[in-house]
Structure formats: C-alpha cells, structure tokens
C-alpha cells in the first residue's frame, strides 16, 4: 500500500512536480486540494527553515498523516541577507513581482557588492512533531536591469554565472539543473528509499527518537537544524 504524504500547497504545479520525481516509490503524493477546508500554517519563522518546518509539521498534526513543504527565497549580501523570508512580500502584503524587484533595484543602488543567492528548505514531517531538512542554494549577482521573460519572482534580475544569463532567460529545464529548489529537490529524490524507512518508524512511535545519522549520506546531521523535535 502506497504511503500517503500530503504536500503542504494547493500549487499543482509543485504537486505535479514532486509526483514525478517519486513516481519510481511506493508512495501517492497528495495536497492540500484533496482535503477539507484546513487553517493555514503562520510563516512568521527568522528563516526559510522554520517556515518549511512550521507549514509540515502543521499540516501533518492537522491531518494526521506525514506532510512535505518549502520555503525559498532570496538573500542579498550587501542588503544583510534580504529580502530573505520576506521575498515574496518585499514590496508590501500585495506586492506584484515587479514592485518587488523595483523595490530591490531601489536597495541596490550604488552597491558594488551584488551577489546574491537564491536558497530552498524542504521540510518532511510526521504528526509528532520530528522532521528532515533537505537544502539547496544557487549562487549569483544581482543584475542592476531585468532581463529575459520567463521564470518569475525576481528571475529577471538574478544573473546565474554557471548559466551565463539570468534565471529569466533560462529554459525550465535549465533552471531546474542549477537551481537552488532542483538542488533541494534531487536531494529528497536520492534519499527517498531511505525517507521511507524513517516515515515508517517513525509513525509507530509514541516517543520518537532521533534517527540513525549514518543512513542519511547526503546530510549533515552534526548540524541540529536537521532534525526537529
């Protein structure tokens, strides 16, 4: 019987997205369109790993079942690491991307330091609170004029050099390469025989321990941010 694990976003984009990538597991990737009017998790967390962690955890104590969600955004050196969690509102609540990169451009001027990096948290959770984190970054400048027509958010001003144009002038599939949600995501794909297992424990203990770091290569469970409690 397949695992059920609900992806915290009425997105079927992203739905779409990781169904494909898990399509060779054992598991039905559900979202928060196949259930009832649920409350929506607060992301007021200081980072993009507290509101990945925050919207799973919340969404698999709610629903009972284990829950994935993201947090991604970008972070300017010169601008102290913003917008940052504040990426998709920087101009305002109602902010169009267009005021927010406007509003970015404003910051940016005068600033000869214009590196930037776009960073992605994937959270996996079960409903007693533990969870995994999975991360990816994709360095780059901030360009002083948009350029190119797809992607979007601030893809028009984010200069990836390993690309040689902007995320706005990438073709999806070359974006998804390089990308800092592509690196996230083919992080959880490479670990997810091994997600599974835990899954499973985890949800039949009543006092759940951490897990075997050994069984999770490609993270780094030295660092206390990976497993949440």
Same mark, same amino acid.
């Given at each position: 019987?397949?695992?059920?694990?609900?992806?915290?976003?009425?997105?079927?984009?992203?739905?779409?997205?990781?169904?494909?990538?898990?399509?060779?597991?054992?598991?039905?990737?559900?979202?928060?369109?196949?259930?009832?009017?649920?409350?929506?998790?607060?992301?007021?967390?200081?980072?993009?790993?507290?509101?990945?962690?925050?919207?799973?955890?919340?969404?698999?104590?709610?629903?009972?079942?284990?829950?994935?969600?993201?947090?991604?955004?970008?972070?300017?050196?010169?601008?102290?690491?913003?917008? !940052?969690?504040?990426? @998709?509102?920087? &101009?305002?609540?109602? /902010?169009?991307?267009?005021?927010?990169?406007?509003?970015? *451009?404003? #910051?940016?001027?005068?600033?000869?330091?214009?590196?930037?990096?776009?960073?992605?948290?994937?959270?996996?959770?079960?409903?007693?609170?533990?969870?995994?984190?999975?991360?990816?970054?994709?360095?780059?400048?901030?360009?002083?004029?948009?350029?190119?027509?797809?992607?979007?958010?601030?893809?028009?001003?984010?200069?990836?050099?390993?690309?040689?144009?902007?995320?706005?002038?990438?073709?999806?599939?070359?974006?998804?390469?390089?990308?800092?949600? !592509?690196?996230?995501? @083919?992080?959880? &794909?490479?670990?997810? /025989?091994?997600?599974?297992?835990?899954?499973?424990?985890? *949800?039949? #203990?009543?006092?759940?321990?951490?897990?075997?770091?050994?069984?999770?290569?490609?993270?780094?469970?030295?660092?206390?941010?990976?497993?949440?409690?």
């Amino acid at each position: 019987m397949p695992q059920i694990i609900v992806l915290a976003t009425r997105n079927q984009g992203k739905v779409k997205e990781f169904a494909e990538m898990l399509k060779d597991f054992p598991v039905e990737i559900k979202s928060l369109n196949d259930f009832g009017p649920i409350p929506e998790a607060v992301e007021d967390g200081a980072t993009f790993d507290d509101n990945a962690y925050k919207k799973a955890s919340f969404t698999a104590k709610v629903l009972g079942l284990p829950a994935m969600a993201d947090d991604s955004g970008l972070t300017v050196e010169a601008l102290d690491g913003a917008p !940052g969690v504040y990426s @998709a509102r920087y &101009a305002g609540d109602k /902010a169009s991307d267009a005021d927010n990169i406007a509003k970015l *451009l404003r #910051e940016m001027e005068g600033k000869e330091n214009r590196k930037a990096a776009f960073e992605c948290v994937i959270s996996i959770a079960v409903p007693s609170g533990p969870a995994l984190t999975f991360e990816g970054r994709c360095e780059g400048e901030i360009l002083s004029t948009p350029r190119g027509n797809d992607g979007f958010g601030y893809d028009p001003v984010f200069y990836c050099s390993i690309l040689g144009k902007t995320f706005a002038e990438a073709s999806m599939e070359e974006k998804n390469r390089v990308s800092h949600r !592509g690196k996230a995501v @083919a992080q959880v &794909a490479a670990e997810f /025989a091994k997600v599974l297992t835990w899954l499973e424990q985890r *949800l039949f #203990e009543e006092k759940p321990e951490k897990p075997d770091h050994s069984q999770f290569e490609h993270n780094d469970w030295s660092e206390e941010i990976m497993v949440r409690k």
